[in-house]
């Protein structure tokens, strides 16, 4: 296709498009192999907490520093992401408020405190904070080389972290009592998980924005569930959907004007998402829809030979044959089987509309 | 030394008494059922005893020493519905998860482990199944593979929470065998069990229990209608139907 090879081509050439395709590859990796434990041990909401809890993190490290290195701002967005995270944990054990509850409490909280903030420093006479509200929805067209290194450094160290303590981190995902048994801190490590989770979020933020980028921790791990039943295969296959979705999703919007970066993104993950719900071998819709009409057309089959049988049981010598009529009583809609079963020789055609087994028929039935 | 050996044990949930003041020896070698209707303190001990649970007071030995320093010769088995078994994993993978402990951080299991593990599977009867996805697993299987997971520890104590919970006559026939095995190889098994009736043909010792003890000991000595009503109270007369 000319069109894919030309946009290779702009990849390899243009620096703005090549930086952009690079940093959402590598947020789309991280968020997804990362997101994936988080699906498997039920936490999805958690990292939508996170994202939006990063909010006013990002505001105030410009407030406090004065500027608007990535670094500095993913900093603060991780320190207030990491912040939400102990809350909704605090509130939980010290209160009757339910998981999901404190999670919409401290969601909302923080990213009504993040969007006050935002508005103030928006109001600063000032040029200097031009550009900060691109956390909001995401703009992939404003990364530069050096955020690319941030992100790089940071997502590389937590996959890094993730794939040495991968057996204990299955276990915590799978079985934690078991693990505590064993003797590993399973708390601890449910505080490492959550920790690589912000990283994972917070690198994302620049080019997806708060609003969405839980979606880019969700939908990868969900889709790629459909195709696999290996833990292995299906982080790294989550991690391969995030990086189709973040490429194809930056490069679209910054190749098109006035088309928001986190929105085209997270509308090519879920792309990915209705496709695998479709298709997917086994798990998806599709395939389950096409082999339950297989089986529903089998056991019609099935039902018309017993029922010939069974006439022909109660009617020893009978040399005339059963209408169609009569079978559709018995089990419905006999016709098209009786059709199909006379193409498979097991009934044959005693008259315009009388039916009677085959030998092969017989066989069949008794089976 | 006993296998086991617990000392004036108490655990609270807030205010509210779990477990109170209880002695409990284990001797080494034996099948030792822990029985006691619903919310009598079960799975709390087993849990108190393996560390996952802080204790108000008292303390728990195993061998003689606290189990935070002998945790190469315990093996725990917990109820098979604490687990989800739609997790992406194979039956293979979730009886290497035994070998962890040993393996300690960040090293992966070698070839000695997955011999091990295969060689626990054929102790269970599930060779052909190792490769198989856990979420197809029937209810008896899946008791099967987390037996198999503890049998990879090659630990001293087995400690099971329900072991014989919703499986079939055929699986709970092979689970008795299997115990068998381990008390003949000198084993230590302690597990909670429901079912009063199959006490005295599976097990050598018993322990009631119902926040206190109520006794402990050898069944033929422990296991009487006068100790089963002052644990299970006014419902004592479920005794020689299929237990709670």
Do not use: K, V
């Given at each position: 296709m000319p069109e894919l090879s030309l946009l290779g081509l702009a990849l390899l050439s243009d620096y703005t498009l090549r930086t952009v395709a690079l940093g959402s590859a590598a947020l789309g990796i991280t968020s997804g192999a990362l997101g994936t434990f988080a699906v498997l041990r039920r936490q999805s909401l958690l990292g939508d907490a996170i994202s939006h809890a990063a909010l006013p993190g990002v505001a105030l490290a410009f407030l406090l520093t004065g500027s608007k290195a990535s670094l500095v701002l993913v900093v603060g967005a991780a320190l207030a992401g990491f912040l939400a995270t102990l809350l909704v944990i605090g509130v939980v054990s010290t209160t009757r408020i339910k998981y999901d509850t404190a999670l919409g409490i401290v969601l909302s909280v923080f990213f009504g405190f993040g969007l006050v903030l935002l508005t103030l420093i928006q109001r600063r006479?000032?040029?200097?904070?031009?550009?900060?509200?691109?956390?909001?929805?995401?703009?992939?067209?404003?990364?530069l080389q050096s955020d690319l290194v941030t992100m790089g450094i940071l997502g590389g160290a937590a996959l890094l972290l993730m794939l040495l303590a991968w057996k204990e981190l299955k276990l915590l995902a799978f079985d934690e009592d078991f693990g505590t048994s064993l003797g590993f801190p399973m708390r601890a490590l449910d505080v490492l998980l959550t920790a690589l989770l912000v990283v994972a979020i917070v690198i994302g933020l620049q080019t997806v924005g708060v609003v969405l980028m839980a979606a880019m921790v969700i939908a990868p791990a969900a889709a790629a569930r459909q195709w696999t039943d290996r833990l292995g295969t299906l982080a790294a296959l989550a991690a391969g959907f995030g990086a189709a979705a973040g490429v194809s999703g930056a490069v679209l919007s910054s190749e098109t004007e006035r088309l928001p970066t986190g929105p085209t993104i997270v509308l090519c993950a879920t792309a990915i998402v209705l496709v695998s719900l479709l298709l997917a071998p086994r798990r998806g819709l599709v395939w389950r829809e096409l082999r339950g009409r297989r089986d529903r057309r089998k056991l019609r089959l099935a039902a018309v030979l017993a029922d010939l049988r069974a006439l022909e049981l109660q009617h020893p010598g009978d040399e005339h044959g059963h209408s169609a009529g009569v079978l559709s009583v018995m089990s419905g809609g006999a016709e098209a089987s009786l059709l199909e079963l006379h193409r498979r020789g097991l009934v044959k055609r005693l008259g315009p509309d009388a039916w009677t087994l085959t030998d092969a028929g017989r066989t069949e039935t008794s089976r | 030394m006993n296998a086991v050996e617990v000392t004036d044990l108490t655990v609270a949930y807030g205010e509210k008494p779990v477990l109170w003041d209880v002695d409990l020896d284990v001797p080494k070698g034996v099948l030792m059922a822990i029985v006691g209707p619903n919310g009598a303190g079960k799975t709390t001990l087993m849990r108190t005893i393996l560390g996952m649970v802080k204790p108000a007071a008292g303390q728990a030995l195993v061998h003689g020493r606290p189990y935070e320093e002998q945790r190469l010769l315990v093996a725990y088995v917990p109820q098979r519905g604490s687990v989800d078994w739609d997790f992406p994993t194979s039956v293979l993978d979730v009886v290497l998860m035994g070998r962890y402990g040993r393996l300690g951080w960040v090293r992966r299991p070698g070839s000695e482990d997955r011999a091990a593990a295969r060689e626990a599977l054929e102790q269970v009867g599930m060779s052909e199944l190792?490769?198989?996805?856990?979420?197809?697993?029937?209810g008896g299987q899946q008791q099967r593979v987390f037996l198999a997971r503890a049998l990879v520890q090659h630990a001293e104590v087995y400690f099971m929470d329900e072991p014989f919970q919703g499986v079939d006559a055929t699986t709970e026939k092979a689970i008795v065998e299997l115990l068998r095995a381990l008390r003949a190889r000198g084993k230590t098994v302690v597990a909670v069990h429901h079912d009063l009736q199959t006490v005295p043909e599976y097990f050598d010792e018993v322990t009631l229990l119902n926040v206190r003890r109520i006794a402990s000991g050898p069944v033929s000595e422990c296991f009487t209608e006068e100790n089963l009503r002052r644990t299970y109270g006014g419902r004592a007369a479920f005794f020689g139907t299929n237990g709670a």
């Open positions: 006479p000032d040029a200097s904070q031009a550009g900060l509200d691109r956390f909001l929805f995401g703009q992939a067209a404003a990364l | 190792a490769g198989r996805q856990i979420s197809q697993l029937s």
